[in-house]
């Protein structure tokens, strides 16, 4: 694999494509064992999310359901931070068991605030899949259930992550270069 180039910046190539499907299928068996009989809702976030809860969703053997959001953020009222509100989430969350499919968790300030949301829908229970996780950058207390790889406090593209809009489409991973 070659180092390849997004707008001004050099990414070098970090996990390629056949290792990150043979984890998403380790994924998806052990989804498979927690979830028999239960018929779970995903909910993918987009954009990122994209890739991996197709890939995911595409190897899980149980009945399941999926569905996809956006989120967006805007300056609540009453505070100096932001507040993150669900765009598209239409189904009926009570007595259902979520699992939410997210691409990468960095600080975790994303989902924390969208889990306050979901927590008032009254879901059954709330787990979380995640494509990649920075533990070392991770500053709220969010903690991922199912994750893909865990990776150092280093910018990545590929495989629905972007570099300002670019390197969603590329098949493998790649980090950015010193
Ligand atoms: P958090 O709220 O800090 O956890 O940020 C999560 C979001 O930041 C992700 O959903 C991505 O959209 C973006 N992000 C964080 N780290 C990276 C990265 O290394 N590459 C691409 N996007 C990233
Ligand atoms: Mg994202």
């Known amino acids: 694999m070659q180092t ?17 499907e043979a984890r998403i299928i ?24 994209f890739l991996f809860a197709a890939d995911l969703f595409r190897h899980l053997k149980i009945e399941a359901e999926i569905s996809f959001i956006k989120l967006a953020s805007y300056k609540g009222t009453s ?26 968790i960095d600080t975790g300030k994303t989902l924390h605030s969208f889990m306050q949301e979901l927590k008032n829908r009254s879901p059954k229970s709330i787990k979380i899949a995640s494509f990649l996780t920075k533990p070392s950058a991770l500053q709220y207390p969010i903690v991922a259930d199912y ?18 809009g670019l390197g969603r489409n590329i098949p493998a991973l790649y980090q950015l270069s010193e």
């Open 26 to 49: 380790a994924l998806a068996q052990q989804i498979d064992l927690d979830y028999a009989q239960e018929r779970p809702l995903f909910i993918g976030i987009l954009n990122g999310s």
């Open 4 to 20: 390849i180039q997004l707008h001004d910046k050099h990414f070098a190539p970090y996990i390629d494509a056949t290792t990150i």
């Open 79 to 104: 505070s100096t931070c932001n507040v993150i509100t669900a765009i598209g989430l239409e189904e009926d969350l009570s007595n259902r068991h979520v699992v939410i499919i997210e691409d990468i």
């Open 147 to 164: 994750i893909g790889f865990e990776i150092p406090n280093k910018f990545v593209v590929g495989y629905g992550l972007d570099y300002d």
